[in-house]
């Protein structure tokens, strides 16, 4: 990783930070997308010295200051050479964003989309470059119905992040085909992992039961962001693209997530939704 450029989101704990340490370790430097700057300061201390790491600062829930976060990213960074869309967070109660949309869903999908689409340009004009999406095994249980995307007609904190998963693995799938001969593969991570996303962060979000399931039951950061050095590093996967891994081991998701009907259409709602067109085509000629 000796002077590849890694943007990473929700890199200030759990296995996020863990992943920045021990790429920063192999010779990345980092460029962490934070919401809070003294979690972010305090990370950036944890980094070997000797590379200028940075941190940006965005509400990754809200639209407009995801697109703002990716746009400052694209312009301070000519090269990009993995981004690692890792934030996330689970709500125990229903809750709106600024942009009028559920949480869960604009957090942990819609901010992947969004983000992703404005670094794309930098990926494809750094290629061979990668995009490693954090998922979780939770999307098994999970469906998306497109009449309450937003879970405007039952909500369970579970069930919320279940389908943002799902999202993420169906995104995924839809993206790496999209990205067929740009030299930018795009894979996946899950794990339950003993970190802080379930807790509650500046009055949003937070689900207590979860966050003590995984504080026992969950595996160690450190543990878990082996999978995604692997993701970001291995020179076996240079190649590889639209995978589901389980730890460092190839895995099927399920056969929801596997439907490219309704990853098309998850893809055409998350245009609408945001604003966006990604015009792979546009942007690989751009880069």
């Given at each position: 990783m000796q002077g590849q450029v890694v943007v990473l989101t929700g890199g200030t704990s759990g296995i996020g930070e863990a992943a920045a340490l021990k790429l920063a370790s192999l010779g990345a430097r980092l460029v962490l997308v934070a919401r809070d700057p003294q979690r972010a300061e305090a990370t950036l201390k944890r980094l070997p010295p000797g590379v200028k790491h940075t941190a940006h600062f965005a509400d990754l829930?809200?639209?407009a200051e995801t697109k703002r976060v990716a746009d400052e990213i694209a312009a301070a960074e000519s090269r990009i050479?993995?981004?690692i869309n890792?934030?996330?967070?689970?709500?125990?109660?229903?809750?709106l964003t600024a942009d009028g949309l559920e949480?869960?869903?604009a957090t942990n999908h819609l901010a992947y989309f969004v983000l992703t689409q404005g670094l794309l340009p930098n990926l494809m004009a750094s290629a061979p470059a990668r995009i490693i999406n954090t998922a979780s095994e939770v999307h098994r249980g999970a469906r998306l119905d497109f009449n309450f995307l937003q879970s405007e007609k039952s909500y369970s904190s579970y069930g919320a992040y279940g389908k943002s998963k799902l999202a993420n693995v169906l995104f995924t799938r839809e993206l790496a085909k999209r990205l067929d001969g740009t030299g930018v593969t795009v894979n996946l991570h899950p794990g339950v992992v003993a970190s802080r996303f379930a807790q509650?962060?500046?009055?949003?979000?937070?689900d207590p039961s979860a966050a003590s399931f995984l504080a026992s039951q969950g595996i160690p950061p450190e543990k878990s962001a082996e999978a995604i050095v692997?993701?970001?590093s291995s020179p076996e996967l240079s190649q590889t693209t639209g995978q589901y891994f389980n730890q460092s081991r190839l895995s099927k998701p399920s056969a929801e997530a596997q439907d490219d009907a309704t990853a098309k259409k998850l893809w055409v709602e998350s245009e609408r939704l945001v604003g966006i067109n990604?015009?792979?085509g546009r942007a690989l000629r751009t880069g």
């Open positions: 829930s809200r639209i050479d993995v981004l890792n934030a996330g967070i689970m709500s125990a109660r229903r809750q949480l869960t869903f509650p962060r500046n009055g949003q979000g937070g692997y993701l970001a990604y015009e792979i």
